[in-house]
């Protein structure tokens, strides 16, 4: 090995020892060094090593002792034979035929872009006539020029081209682009649109820093969202940002989006203020809600009226309503997957708010510039004073207040590999009678581990581990004080891989496994002087696993496959005792055969079975799709509630020797369109679903504490089905989205007794089945700084099984009612509207701040939360509750720095 020397010293060292004269530009050898020694070597076989790690291409023009050193290229002395065709002559049919799939030499001038500003030229590859193809293959890392942080959902397209790919949480990307001359678009929320030009001469790659765009960030919707609408196979998924419930009027002028989740087609809950989401006629207990990878049980506080959730930390949340991606399960209706925002790597920065009743803070702060960060998040609520100044005397020593902290840290060791944590928690504390203080909270943690496997493969490796946990604490005058306590855990690990095998396919693929840990609860006496006997119930522990792969297949352009199968194992485990009940016969003390004690560790039952994932889109044009999808799946989790709507002492319970697993079935039809460059966006879908199982009580059932509370449980079957329509608006001052929804959920419980009947074994209404709902969101900005904005709802009240009547027996009054949910409670509507005032844009400013001023219930409109009946004087009378049954304004300070 030699001294390394410069690649003009080289090549006038080698004229000099040889007869060949060298010619190139300068600029194209000035980076390049050479160490090897040659002797005895040919020409030809010095510049094949020295120049085959490089760009450059060599071409000897042997009578004139010449050599052209070439930047990528290469020069044909005579056209390949693919240049011509022959033709076959069959009768009077002329057959045109290829001889080879080979491409033409690539032709570039200087003046192809018609863009007016001059961009800079990126030529990829190298030429290599031993691997001509009609495309090669464009990969690389799209990153933020300002903070080194990937960009996720950016859009990448190709001019003149349905060729699109869309960035990865790493900010990574793929995508096919045609031998030589392509123009590259990208965009996405909150970074300036940017051009590149391309020549491919083969395979490579191409990162990019990409310049913030300020402006952008008051648009609603991103763009690659409306791209991806429309060319992604994966139909009923909607990903909403924490920047578009900036500008939308919402109670108490906070911030949520799981409340501007409801606004989406297909996506409701039972009522105002009613904690959980009820997507596509299913039960709050089938929504899958994670957070950076970990469960959250309860993402919201106060009865659902407030978000748990930080909105200065929260990035996104992604909603699945149909197929979801195939690393998830164990939820029959919706994957609602919430991302918190990686911390700035270049500066201190902050945001907050300041409200009636909350105040809000994040911090940001790189640890090593451009390679790792940590942003802190707290909430905090001050709502007590607002119950003391209400004129009710029996709220004066009421209590509600919250609080919420959230820690993530990120850390990117290279381009290929990165690794984030978080650490989460959320406490609530509420007493609205003098006797009992009633809490709840949440606390999860998670660490991710993304990396890539070669060029074509990459890896996700989570740990994860949530605690969901209520407490009552009753006080009185008497001796009947106690404490109970009730608590879920649950621990998962899982490893995702993908891999892109050629042009056609790209798989998905991994293993996953989950404990559960539940204590279904326990009481004990609180004080010396209380005679409350304790009681334990035996703790429940379950074990859940899945092996899931699937395969994005490219047939053509316009058809496009998201194929893929999921096993899914669950197992009780003991320690435990379950009764065997006559068959038959109605579960109750009286009808158990046998009690079966199991040890720990054994298995008391097994459940499991394969899921499908199946999704297709063809393109009728380049911005028209149609979509159509089938999933199935099982859950072995459900909630214990026999309210109208899910409450914080709700408790969950799993599957067992009595108590089976749900099952649905899914199917969704589509048709999705774009207009104007993706200003319009359009979207009609419908969908059928069917369900195995779904839980349901007997009336009046006793569920906390009770050892055996598979007796108060009905298992049957559901079906919904409903069209969604949804138009939003992109772009311009105006913007915003309209949604629309007819929809139906029916449950049926037929049991053998009828005691396991409701309605005669005949399908009901569910709680919360709305035939119509209508969402408009509007927000029109005036200039930079000045906005307003509406939001209006509707939707049909909700079922309600009314008293019919009344009859005497044994001297006493009874009263019958109706069939289950045959009625309903008056309609819903609401509107609210909203100032948008932004401080001055200089850039030297200690802070830059946001004021919104918002009337939540403009009209006033008493909506009912419920309708309950009372027996007063020996006669039944209905009364109605309301949450917000005036207008509430209010005013918030946000400021950012």
């Given at each position: 090995?030699?001294?390394?020397?410069?690649?003009?010293?080289?090549?006038?060292?080698?004229?000099?020892?040889?007869?060949?004269?060298?010619?190139?530009?300068?600029?194209?050898?000035?980076?390049?060094?050479?160490?090897?020694?040659?002797?005895?070597?040919s020409i030809v076989e010095i510049l094949e090593t020295v120049l085959s790690d490089t760009q450059l291409n060599f071409y000897i023009l042997e009578e004139e002792k010449r050599v052209f050193l070439l930047q990528n290229t290469i020069i044909y002395d005579e056209l390949?034979?693919?240049?011509?065709?022959?033709?076959?002559?069959?009768?009077?049919?002329?057959?045109?035929?290829?001889?080879?799939?080979?491409?033409?030499?690539?032709?570039?001038?200087?003046?192809?872009?018609?863009?007016?500003?001059?961009?800079?030229?990126?030529?990829?590859?190298?030429?290599?006539?031993?691997?001509?193809?009609?495309?090669?293959?464009?990969?690389?890392?799209?990153?933020?020029?300002?903070?080194?942080?990937?960009?996720?959902?950016?859009?990448?397209?190709?001019?003149?081209?349905?060729?699109?790919?869309?960035?990865?949480?790493?900010?990574?990307?793929?995508?096919?682009?045609?031998?030589?001359?392509?123009?590259?678009?990208?965009?996405?929320?909150?970074?300036?649109?940017?051009?590149?030009?391309?020549?491919?001469?083969?395979?490579?790659?191409?990162?990019?820093?990409?310049?913030?765009?300020?402006?952008?960030?008051?648009?609603?919707?991103?763009?690659?969202?409306?791209?991806?609408?429309?060319?992604?196979?994966?139909?009923?998924?909607?990903?909403?940002?924490?920047?578009?419930?900036?500008?939308?009027?919402?109670?108490?002028?906070?911030?949520?989006?799981?409340?501007?989740?409801?606004?989406?087609?297909?996506?409701?809950?039972?009522?105002?203020?009613?904690?959980?989401?009820?997507?596509?006629?299913?039960?709050?207990?089938?929504?899958?809600?994670?957070?950076?990878?970990?469960?959250?049980?309860?993402?919201?506080?106060?009865?659902?009226?407030?978000?748990?959730?930080?909105?200065?930390?929260?990035?996104?949340?992604?909603?699945?309503?149909?197929?979801?991606?195939?690393?998830?399960?164990?939820?029959?209706?919706?994957?609602?997957?919430?991302?918190?925002?990686?911390?700035?790597?270049?500066?201190?920065?902050?945001?907050?708010?300041?409200?009636?009743?909350?105040?809000?803070?994040?911090?940001?702060?790189?640890?090593?510039?451009?390679?790792?960060?940590?942003?802190?998040?707290?909430?905090?609520?001050?709502?007590?004073?607002?119950?003391?100044?209400?004129?009710?005397?029996?709220?004066?020593?009421?209590?509600?207040?919250?609080?919420?902290?959230?820690?993530?840290?990120?850390?990117?060791?290279?381009?290929?590999?990165?690794?984030?944590?978080?650490?989460?928690?959320?406490?609530?504390?509420?007493?609205?009678?003098?006797?009992?203080?009633?809490?709840?909270?949440?606390?999860?943690?998670?660490?991710?581990?993304?990396?890539?496997?070669?060029?074509?493969?990459?890896?996700?490796?989570?740990?994860?581990?949530?605690?969901?946990?209520?407490?009552?604490?009753?006080?009185?005058?008497?001796?009947?004080?106690?404490?109970?306590?009730?608590?879920?855990?649950?621990?998962?690990?899982?490893?995702?891989?993908?891999?892109?095998?050629?042009?056609?396919?790209?798989?998905?693929?991994?293993?996953?496994?989950?404990?559960?840990?539940?204590?279904?609860?326990?009481?004990?006496p609180m004080g010396n002087d209380s005679n409350v006997a304790p009681v334990t119930i035996d703790r429940e522990q379950a074990l859940e696993g899945a092996l899931f792969i699937g395969d994005e297949f490219k047939v053509s352009d316009k058809l496009l496959l998201n194929?893929?199968?999921?096993?899914?194992?669950?197992?009780?485990?003991?320690?435990?005792?379950?009764?065997?009940?006559?068959?038959?016969?109605?579960?109750?003390?009286?009808?158990?055969?046998?009690?079966?004690?199991?040890?720990?560790?054994?298995?008391?039952?097994?459940?499991?079975?394969?899921?499908?994932?199946?999704?297709?889109?063809?393109?009728?044009?380049?911005?028209?799709?149609?979509?159509?999808?089938?999933?199935?799946?099982?859950?072995?989790?459900?909630?214990?509630?026999?309210?109208?709507?899910?409450?914080?002492?709700?408790?969950?319970?799993?599957?067992?020797?009595?108590?089976?697993?749900?099952?649905?079935?899914?199917?969704?039809?589509?048709?999705?369109?774009?207009?104007?460059?993706?200003?319009?966006?359009?979207?009609?879908?419908?969908?059928?679903?069917?369900?195995?199982?779904?839980?349901?009580?007997?009336?009046?059932?006793?569920?906390?504490?009770?050892?055996?509370?598979?007796?108060?449980?009905?298992?049957?079957?559901?079906?919904?089905?409903?069209?969604?329509?949804?138009?939003?608006?992109?772009?311009?001052?105006?913007?915003?989205?309209?949604?629309?929804?007819?929809?139906?959920?029916?449950?049926?419980?037929?049991?053998?007794?009828?005691?396991?009947?409701?309605?005669?074994?005949?399908?009901?209404?569910?709680?919360?089945?709305?035939?119509?709902?209508?969402?408009?969101?509007?927000?029109?900005?005036?200039?930079?700084?000045?906005?307003?904005?509406?939001?209006?709802?509707?939707?049909?009240?909700?079922?309600?099984?009314?008293?019919?009547?009344?009859?005497?027996?044994?001297?006493?009054?009874?009263?019958?009612?109706?069939?289950?949910?045959?009625?309903?409670?008056?309609?819903?509507?609401?509107?609210?509207?909203?100032?948008?005032?932004?401080?001055?844009?200089?850039?030297?400013?200690?802070?830059?701040?946001?004021?919104?001023?918002?009337?939540?219930?403009?009209?006033?409109?008493?909506?009912?939360?419920?309708?309950?009946?009372?027996?007063?004087?020996?006669?039944?009378?209905?009364?109605?509750?309301?949450?917000?049954?005036?207008?509430?304004?209010?005013?918030?300070?946000?400021?950012?720095?």
């Amino acid at each position: 090995m030699g001294k390394t020397k410069s690649a003009t010293d080289f090549f006038k060292e080698l004229e000099g020892k040889s007869n060949y004269s060298f010619l190139y530009l300068d600029d194209s050898v000035q980076s390049l060094e050479i160490k090897e020694d040659f002797k005895d070597a040919s020409i030809v076989e010095i510049l094949e090593t020295v120049l085959s790690d490089t760009q450059l291409n060599f071409y000897i023009l042997e009578e004139e002792k010449r050599v052209f050193l070439l930047q990528n290229t290469i020069i044909y002395d005579e056209l390949p034979s693919s240049f011509y065709q022959t033709i076959d002559t069959v009768g009077s049919t002329a057959v045109v035929q290829e001889q080879r799939n080979i491409p033409p030499p690539i032709f570039y001038t200087e003046e192809v872009s018609q863009t007016p500003q001059k961009l800079t030229l990126i030529r990829i590859g190298k030429a290599d006539e031993q691997n001509l193809k009609s495309t090669y293959l464009l990969s690389g890392r799209i990153t933020n020029a300002q903070t080194g942080s990937p960009i996720p959902d950016l859009a990448i397209r190709v001019r003149g081209s349905s060729r699109i790919a869309v960035t990865n949480e790493q900010g990574g990307y793929e995508i096919e682009l045609p031998a030589g001359y392509n123009l590259i678009l990208t965009s996405a929320m909150g970074v300036q649109d940017a051009e590149r030009e391309v020549i491919m001469y083969n395979d490579g790659s191409l990162n990019l820093q990409l310049q913030e765009s300020l402006e952008q960030l008051q648009e609603v919707v991103v763009e690659a969202d409306a791209v991806s609408n429309v060319v992604e196979a994966v139909s009923g998924s909607e990903e909403i940002t924490s920047e578009e419930s900036k500008d939308i009027p919402l109670v108490l002028g906070e911030r949520n989006i799981l409340e501007v989740a409801k606004a989406l087609p297909g996506i409701s809950s039972a009522g105002e203020g009613a904690t959980g989401l009820n997507v596509r006629g299913g039960k709050t207990d089938q929504n899958l809600v994670l957070l950076d990878d970990a469960v959250i049980y309860n993402p919201t506080h106060f009865f659902g009226i407030f978000q748990a959730l930080n909105p200065f930390t929260t990035d996104k949340v992604n909603i699945y309503k149909g197929a979801p991606p195939m690393e998830f399960g164990g939820r029959l209706s919706s994957v609602l997957d919430i991302e918190t925002k990686n911390g700035a790597t270049d500066k201190i920065s902050g945001e907050g708010s300041i409200g009636p009743v909350t105040g809000n803070i994040a911090l940001e702060f790189p640890i090593k510039k451009d390679t790792s960060s940590l942003i802190l998040g707290a909430r905090g609520a001050y709502a007590d004073w607002i119950l003391r100044s209400l004129d009710e005397e029996s709220l004066n020593n009421s209590e509600a207040s919250f609080f919420d902290g959230i820690v993530k840290y990120h850390h990117r060791f290279n381009e290929n590999s990165e690794i984030r944590a978080t650490a989460y928690y959320s406490r609530d504390n509420f007493s609205i009678t003098t006797d009992s203080l009633y809490n709840y909270s949440n606390r999860l943690g998670s660490i991710r581990w993304a990396h890539k496997l070669g060029n074509k493969s990459t890896g996700v490796l989570t740990a994860s581990n949530s605690n969901y946990n209520f407490g009552i604490d009753y006080d009185d005058e008497g001796n009947s004080d106690f404490e109970l306590d009730y608590t879920i855990n649950e621990s998962e690990l899982r490893y995702r891989l993908r891999t892109r095998l050629n042009d056609a396919h790209t798989l998905d693929y991994g293993v996953s496994g989950k404990y559960y840990a539940v204590d279904p609860g326990s009481i004990e006496p609180m004080g010396n002087d209380s005679n409350v006997a304790p009681v334990t119930i035996d703790r429940e522990q379950a074990l859940e696993g899945a092996l899931f792969i699937g395969d994005e297949f490219k047939v053509s352009d316009k058809l496009l496959l998201n194929v893929g199968a999921r096993y899914a194992f669950y197992g009780a485990m003991g320690s435990a005792t379950q009764n065997v009940y006559q068959d038959g016969a109605p579960r109750s003390g009286t009808t158990v055969q046998d009690t079966i004690s199991y040890d720990s560790g054994e298995f008391i039952k097994t459940y499991g079975g394969p899921e499908a994932r199946v999704a297709v889109r063809y393109l009728l044009t380049p911005d028209f799709s149609v979509k159509a999808s089938f999933n199935n799946s099982y859950q072995f989790i459900h909630t214990l509630s026999n309210n109208t709507t899910v409450s914080p002492i709700d408790t969950w319970k799993l599957s067992d020797l009595n108590i089976r697993p749900q099952k649905g079935y899914q199917g969704t039809l589509g048709l999705f369109k774009n207009f104007n460059d993706n200003m319009y966006e359009l979207s009609l879908e419908g969908y059928y679903k069917m369900m195995d199982d779904v839980l349901d009580f007997k009336t009046g059932a006793d569920l906390l504490l009770n050892e055996n509370v598979e007796t108060e449980v009905l298992q049957g079957e559901g079906k919904a089905y409903g069209v969604e329509f949804l138009l939003k608006k992109n772009k311009g001052n105006l913007n915003g989205w309209l949604s629309y929804t007819y929809s139906r959920s029916l449950y049926k419980f037929d049991g053998d007794t009828s005691a396991e009947r409701i309605n005669n074994g005949e399908f009901f209404p569910s709680n919360f089945d709305k035939p119509h709902d209508l969402s408009v969101i509007a927000n029109y900005k005036f200039t930079r700084r000045y906005s307003i904005s509406a939001n209006l709802v509707y939707q049909t009240g909700r079922p309600i099984t009314y008293p019919v009547g009344t009859f005497r027996f044994n001297n006493a009054d009874y009263v019958t009612f109706s069939d289950r949910n045959k009625f309903r409670i008056p309609d819903y509507y609401r509107l609210d509207l909203g100032i948008n005032i932004e401080g001055n844009h200089k850039k030297n400013k200690l802070a830059h701040s946001f004021i919104t001023i918002q009337v939540y219930n403009v009209l006033g409109r008493n909506n009912p939360y419920s309708v309950f009946f009372v027996t007063d004087d020996g006669e039944v009378k209905a009364l109605k509750s309301s949450i917000f049954g005036i207008p509430i304004p209010s005013i918030t300070y946000n400021f950012k720095f």
